[in-house]
C-alpha cells in the first residue's frame, strides 16, 4: 500500500511530541548514558521511519528493532546510524544483516559460528552483543553460562563482540525487587567477563522504559527506549513523569447518520435493538484496522463520549447518537486521543481490551494510513 494513501480513518502522528519525550527520557538519564530509540513493530504503530528520524535528530544515539527486514528497511531509507536486532536472526537471514551493518544479538555458540563464516565471506565482521538471560527467561545464554560463551565467541575470527545486554521481566512493576535481583546477576555476568571483554571494548544495556525511567542503577551504558518515547505509560504502577505527551491519535470520520425507528437491530447477530426511535452513525473502522470486537467501546464526537453499538464488523462499526443531534456525515470520530475537553488514552481502550496499551497502538494495521504532524 502506498505510503500517501488516503481513508476516512487514519492515525495522526505527533512527530513533536515524540521529539520532546525523547528529549526528556535524555534529562532523565543523563548525557552519558546513550538512548536505544526502539521503533520495532513499525515504531509499535506509530511508523517505524519518520520515527526513527526524529528520535535521531533529537539526540537517540541507536534503533532497536525486532527482525533483520525491520532494520534493513531503515538502512534502504537512508538511515546510518547503529541499529540492533533484538530478536533472533537465523543463519540466512545474517548474509544481508551483515552486509548492511545491523549489530545482531547472539546467544548461540552454533549462530555464532555461522554470523562469523558468512561474515569472513564478505570481508566483513558481525557485530554483536551478547544477549543474557539473567532471569526472564526469554532469549539469552543463562548468566552462569556467559563467560564460557563469552570465551568461544571471542575467540571467532569475524566476529566482534560490541555489546552485552539483558531484559527485564518486571521492571513495570512497583516492586523493584525482582529487577534489583536481576541487575546484580547482570553485574556480576559483565564483572565475570571482564577479562575476555573489558568494558572499554563493549557497551552494557539492560534498562527498557521503565527501569530507565524508574530504576537509576540499571541506566548502564544504555537505555532501550519503547513505550515512554511514545508518551505511553509502561505500566498503571510506573508512568511516565509529568510532560511526557502521546504522540499517536486514532481518527475517524462518520459514514453515514440516520435515524432509526424503534425495535431496529443494530449490526451483525442483532445483539443490539432500539428501543426507541433512535440516531445513529457509521464509522469505516473495524476489526480489520485494529478495532476490537466484543469490548464495550467508546468515541468522541461532537466534543462527547459515546457508545459503539452492536457488534464491530470487519470494516465498520455503529456509534449511538443520542446524545448528539447535530451530528452529521464527515464528523470527526476520536477513536484515541482528545476531542474538546474529552480525551480517550491508549490505556483506556486497552483496560476496555483487557490488555496494555503496547498491543493497541502496535495492533493498528497496515490498512490504516499515518499522518504526521508537527514535523520538527
Ligand atoms: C521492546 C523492547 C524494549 C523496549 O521496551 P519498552 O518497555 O517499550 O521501553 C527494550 N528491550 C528489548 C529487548 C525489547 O524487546
Same mark, same amino acid.
Given at each position: 500500500?502506498?505510503?500517501?494513501?488516503?481513508?476516512?480513518?487514519?492515525?495522526?502522528?505527533?512527530?513533536?511530541?515524540?521529539?520532546?519525550?525523547?528529549? +526528556?527520557?535524555?534529562?532523565?538519564?543523563?548525557?552519558?548514558?546513550?538512548?536505544?530509540?526502539?521503533?520495532?513493530?513499525?515504531?509499535?504503530?506509530?511508523?517505524?521511519?519518520?520515527?526513527?528520524?526524529?528520535?535521531?535528530?533529537?539526540?537517540?544515539?541507536?534503533?532497536?528493532?525486532?527482525?533483520?527486514?525491520?532494520?534493513?528497511?531503515?538502512?534502504?531509507?537512508?538511515?546510518?546510524?547503529?541499529?540492533?536486532?533484538?530478536?533472533?536472526?537465523?543463519?540466512?537471514?545474517?548474509?544481508?544483516?551483515?552486509?548492511?551493518?545491523?549489530?545482531? !544479538?547472539?546467544? $548461540?555458540?552454533?549462530?555464532?559460528?555461522?554470523?562469523?563464516?558468512? !561474515?569472513?565471506?564478505?570481508?566483513?565482521?558481525?557485530?554483536?552483543?551478547?544477549?543474557?538471560?539473567?532471569?526472564?527467561?526469554? +532469549?539469552?545464554?543463562?548468566?552462569?553460562? !556467559?563467560?564460557?560463551?563469552?570465551?568461544?565467541?571471542?575467540?571467532?575470527?569475524?566476529?566482534?563482540?560490541?555489546?552485552?545486554?539483558?531484559?527485564?521481566?518486571?521492571?513495570?512493576?512497583?516492586?523493584?525487587?525482582?529487577? +534489583?535481583?536481576?541487575?546484580?546477576?547482570?553485574?556480576?555476568?559483565?564483572?565475570?567477563?571482564?577479562?575476555?571483554?573489558?568494558?572499554?571494548?563493549?557497551?552494557?544495556?539492560?534498562?527498557?522504559?521503565?527501569?530507565?525511567?524508574?530504576?537509576?542503577?540499571?541506566?548502564?551504558?544504555?537505555?532501550?527506549?519503547?513505550?515512554?518515547?511514545?508518551?505511553?505509560?509502561?505500566?498503571?504502577?510506573?508512568?511516565?513523569?509529568?510532560?511526557?505527551?502521546?504522540?499517536?491519535?486514532?481518527?475517524?470520520?462518520?459514514?453515514?447518520?440516520?435515524?432509526?425507528?424503534?425495535?431496529?437491530?443494530?449490526?451483525?447477530?442483532?445483539?443490539?435493538?432500539?428501543?426507541?426511535?433512535?440516531?445513529?452513525?457509521?464509522?469505516?473502522?473495524?476489526?480489520?484496522?485494529?478495532?476490537?470486537?466484543?469490548?464495550?467501546?467508546?468515541?468522541?464526537?461532537?466534543?462527547?463520549?459515546?457508545?459503539?453499538?452492536?457488534?464491530?464488523?470487519? $470494516?465498520?462499526?455503529?456509534?449511538?447518537?443520542?446524545?448528539?443531534?447535530? !451530528?452529521?456525515?464527515?464528523?470527526?470520530?476520536?477513536?484515541?486521543?482528545?476531542?474538546?475537553?474529552?480525551?480517550?488514552?491508549?490505556?483506556?481502550?486497552?483496560?476496555?481490551?483487557?490488555?496494555?496499551?503496547?498491543?493497541?497502538?502496535?495492533?493498528?494495521?497496515?490498512?490504516?494510513?499515518?499522518?504526521?504532524?508537527?514535523?520538527?
Amino acid at each position: 500500500m502506498s505510503a500517501t494513501f488516503s481513508r476516512p480513518v487514519y492515525c495522526e502522528i505527533d512527530l513533536a511530541a515524540i521529539a520532546s519525550n525523547l528529549r +526528556l527520557a535524555r534529562q532523565i538519564v543523563g548525557e552519558r548514558t546513550q538512548i536505544m530509540a526502539v521503533v520495532k513493530a513499525n515504531a509499535y504503530g506509530h511508523g517505524a521511519l519518520e520515527v526513527a528520524r526524529t528520535a535521531l535528530a533529537a539526540g537517540a544515539e541507536w534503533l532497536g528493532v525486532a527482525f533483520v527486514e525491520e532494520g534493513l528497511a531503515l538502512r534502504q531509507a537512508g538511515i546510518s546510524a547503529p541499529i540492533l536486532v533484538l530478536g533472533w536472526t537465523p543463519a540466512e537471514d545474517a548474509p544481508r544483516a551483515i552486509a548492511g551493518d545491523l549489530h545482531l !544479538a547472539l546467544y $548461540d555458540i552454533g549462530l555464532a559460528r555461522a554470523y562469523a563464516g558468512l !561474515a569472513r565471506q564478505q570481508g566483513r565482521q558481525a557485530q554483536v552483543h551478547l544477549k543474557i538471560d539473567t532471569g526472564m527467561g526469554r +532469549l539469552g545464554v543463562l548468566a552462569g553460562e !556467559a563467560a564460557e560463551f563469552a570465551r568461544v565467541v571471542a575467540g571467532l575470527e569475524g566476529l566482534a563482540i560490541r555489546g552485552v545486554f539483558t531484559h527485564f521481566s518486571t521492571a513495570d512493576s512497583a516492586d523493584s525487587g525482582y529487577t +534489583l535481583q536481576q541487575l546484580g546477576v547482570f553485574l556480576e555476568t559483565l564483572a565475570a567477563l571482564e577479562t575476555i571483554l573489558p568494558r572499554s571494548q563493549r557497551i552494557a544495556h539492560a534498562a527498557n522504559s521503565a527501569a530507565a525511567l524508574a530504576l537509576p542503577p540499571a541506566r548502564l551504558d544504555m537505555v532501550r527506549l519503547g513505550i515512554a518515547m511514545y508518551g505511553l505509560h509502561p505500566s498503571d504502577e510506573v508512568r511516565c513523569p509529568p510532560g511526557f505527551e502521546p504522540a499517536l491519535a486514532w481518527k475517524a470520520a462518520l459514514a453515514q447518520v440516520k435515524t432509526l425507528p424503534a425495535g431496529h437491530p443494530v449490526s451483525y447477530g442483532n445483539t443490539y435493538v432500539t428501543r426507541q426511535e433512535e440516531k445513529i452513525g457509521v464509522i469505516p473502522v473495524g476489526y480489520a484496522d485494529g478495532f476490537r470486537r466484543g469490548a464495550a467501546n467508546e468515541v468522541l464526537i461532537g466534543g462527547k463520549r459515546l457508545p459503539v453499538i452492536g457488534r464491530v464488523c470487519m $470494516d465498520q462499526s455503529m456509534v449511538s447518537l443520542s446524545g448528539l443531534p447535530q !451530528a452529521a456525515m464527515g464528523d470527526e470520530v476520536v477513536l484515541i486521543g482528545r476531542q474538546g475537553e474529552q480525551a480517550i488514552t491508549a490505556e483506556e481502550m486497552a483496560r476496555r481490551w483487557g490488555t496494555i496499551n503496547y498491543e493497541v497502538t502496535s495492533g493498528i494495521m497496515a490498512r490504516v494510513p499515518r499522518r504526521y504532524t508537527n514535523r520538527p
